[in-house]
C-alpha cells in the first residue's frame, strides 16, 4: 500500500476484535467514577500552543520535543492536546465552575498526542481516562483518588500485578527550599553527570531525580532528601494520605525520587508501576497541583488529579489473561429466514421480540442465502441459538429454535410465545 495510505506510525486503528475489550474497560472506570460522585467533561482536542507552554512548563520533555503543534488557517499556532489537565483547567477558568470556591469533581477520556518513540506500551495517540478535582486541599481527597483506583485494580482483577510508589513534593516554599539544596549538591558533581541531567540542572532541577543514567543515579544516592525539606504543612498532609490509605489497607512504598514530568505538581505525587509491561510500566500517575491555575490567570484553587494510560491497561489485562470471558460472544441468538414472505415475517417479529427484551442482542440475517450458508453464519457469528422462519414455520406461525452450542434438539415455538421462552435461556446483560 503505498505510504500515504497507512496510517501514521505510533497512532493504532482500534480493530474490532479490540474495541469489546475497550468498552469493558472504559465503562467499568466511568461506573465506578459516577458512584464516587465524579461528572464527565469533555474539552476540545486542539488547543492554542500557549496553553501548554504555560501550564506544563516551558522547559518539560512534553513541550521541549513531544508536541504536535502547527498553524492554524490565520496564522494561530496551536497543538494537539498531549494531556488533559491544561485543557481542563482552561474549560473551569473559562466557564467560570470553580469560582467562590466551588468544588468539581471532573473526569474525561480520549486521545492525546506526544511525538514519541513508538514501542510496546508507548504511542503517538494514545488514551487516557483523567480527572480533576478543584477546591479541596486536604489529604482526603488525595486518598479518594487513590482508594478509587485501587478498587479499579480489583474490580478489573489487577491488584496483584500494580504497585502504589508515593512520594510529596511539598508546597512551593518547601520545594524552593529543597530545590537549592539540590543544585548546590549537583553542582559539585557536575562533570559526573549525563548530559541531560547537566542541562536539567539549569533548567528544571528536579527532574534529575528522574534520571535513567546510573552513574547519574549513583551520584544521587547521596544527594539531599526531599523528606527532610518539608515544611509542617506539607507533612501533615503527607501523613494525613497515608494514615488513609492505611485504613483502607492500601500497600504503598515512598519513592523519594518521584517527582513526575510536569512541573505543576505539589504536594502529593502518587504513581501506579506494573512490571508487566516492559519498560512502560506506569498505568496510572497524579498528584496535587494548588498552584497551577493562579499559575494559568485563575485565583488561587487547590487542585489534584490523575490520569491513567487506557493502552497499557488494556494490554495487561490481555498479558494477564484477565479478559472476562463473556466478551468473547457479541451476540446471543442469529435468525435464519428462507424466502422474501419468511423474511418479511422474521424482520417484524425480531422487531416484536426486540420490544419485549431491549438487551437481546439478536442478529438477523442479511444478504439472504440457502440454508447451508445461514446456518454457517450462524455458528460463526457465536451465537448461542439460531432460529429458523421458512415457509413451514411461516404457514404455521413458527419459528425453529437450535441451540449452537452443546446439547439440545431443535424445538419449535410460537411466534408469540419467542420473546419468553427467548428470556429463560439468554442471560441478559
Ligand atoms: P511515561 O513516564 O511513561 O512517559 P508520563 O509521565 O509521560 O509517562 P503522564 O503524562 O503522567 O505520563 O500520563 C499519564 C499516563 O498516560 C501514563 O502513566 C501512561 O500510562 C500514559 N501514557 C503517557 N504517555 C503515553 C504514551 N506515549 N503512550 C501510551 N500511554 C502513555
Ligand atoms: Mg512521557
Excluded at 85 to 114: D, N, S
Excluded at 215 to 234: F, G, H, R
Excluded at 388 to 396: F, P, W
Aim: aromatic content about 8%; some cysteine.
Amino acid at each position: 500500500m503505498s505510504k500515504s495510505l497507512q496510517a501514521i506510525r505510533g497512532m493504532n486503528d482500534i480493530l474490532p476484535e479490540q474495541t469489546p475489550l475497550w468498552r469493558y474497560f472504559e465503562g467499568t472506570v466511568a461506573r465506578l467514577l459516577d458512584n464516587y460522585g465524579y461528572r464527565q467533561i469533555r474539552m476540545p482536542i486542539v488547543e492554542f500552543t500557549e496553553l501548554f507552554k504555560r501550564s506544563i512548563g516551558e522547559v518539560t520533555d512534553i513541550v521541549e520535543k513531544e508536541m504536535y503543534t502547527f498553524d492554524d488557517r490565520n496564522g494561530d499556532s496551536l497543538t494537539l492536546r498531549p494531556e488533559g489537565t491544561a485543557a481542563c483547567v482552561r474549560a473551569v477558568l473559562e466557564h467560570g465552575i470553580t469560582g467562590g470556591g466551588q468544588v468539581q469533581k471532573l473526569w474525561y477520556v480520549g486521545p492525546m498526542f506526544r511525538h514519541e518513540r513508538p514501542q510496546k506500551g508507548r504511542y503517538r495517540q494514545f488514551h487516557q481516562i483523567g480527572l480533576e478535582v478543584f477546591n479541596l486541599e486536604g489529604p482526603d481527597i488525595d486518598a479518594e483518588l487513590i482508594v478509587m483506583t485501587w478498587r479499579l485494580w480489583g474490580e478489573l482483577g489487577l491488584r496483584d500485578a500494580v504497585k502504589l510508589e508515593l512520594n510529596s513534593l511539598g508546597t512551593s516554599e518547601s520545594r524552593g527550599r529543597y530545590r537549592e539544596a539540590l543544585v548546590e549538591f549537583l553542582s559539585g558533581h557536575v562533570d559526573k553527570l549525563d548530559e541531560d541531567s547537566q542541562r536539567r540542572l539549569k533548567t528544571n532541577p528536579l527532574r534529575v531525580l528522574d534520571t535513567k543514567n546510573p552513574e547519574t543515579q549513583a551520584i544521587l544516592v547521596d544527594a539531599p532528601k526531599m523528606a527532610d525539606y518539608l515544611d509542617d504543612e506539607s507533612r501533615a498532609h503527607f501523613e494525613g494520605l497515608k494514615a488513609r490509605l492505611d485504613a483502607v489497607g492500601i500497600p504503598y512504598v515512598i519513592n523519594p525520587k518521584l517527582v513526575r514530568g510536569l512541573d505543576y505538581y505539589s504536594k502529593t505525587v502518587f504513581e501506579w508501576v506494573t512490571d508487566k509491561l516492559g519498560a512502560q510500566g506506569t498505568v496510572c500517575a497524579g498528584g496535587r497541583y494548588d498552584g497551577l491555575v493562579e499559575q494559568m490567570g485563575g485565583k488561587p484553587t487547590p487542585g489534584v488529579g490523575f490520569a491513567m494510560g487506557i493502552e497499557r491497561l488494556v494490554l495487561m489485562l490481555e498479558a494477564l489473561d484477565k479478559v472476562p470471558e463473556e466478551l468473547a460472544r457479541q451476540i446471543d441468538v442469529y435468525l435464519c429466514a428462507f424466502g422474501e414472505a419468511a423474511e418479511l415475517a422474521a424482520l417484524a417479529l425480531s422487531e416484536r421480540v426486540r420490544d419485549q427484551l431491549p438487551n437481546l442482542r439478536l442478529q438477523i440475517n442479511a444478504g439472504g442465502g440457502s440454508f447451508k450458508s445461514q446456518f454457517k453464519k450462524a455458528d460463526k457469528s457465536g451465537a448461542l441459538y439460531a432460529l429458523i422462519l421458512g415457509d413451514d414455520e411461516l404457514a404455521q406461525q413458527v419459528v425453529g429454535f437450535k441451540p449452537l452450542r452443546g446439547q439440545g434438539e431443535q424445538q419449535s415455538i410460537a411466534w408469540d410465545a419467542l420473546a419468553a421462552h427467548l428470556a429463560t435461556c439468554v442471560v441478559q446483560g
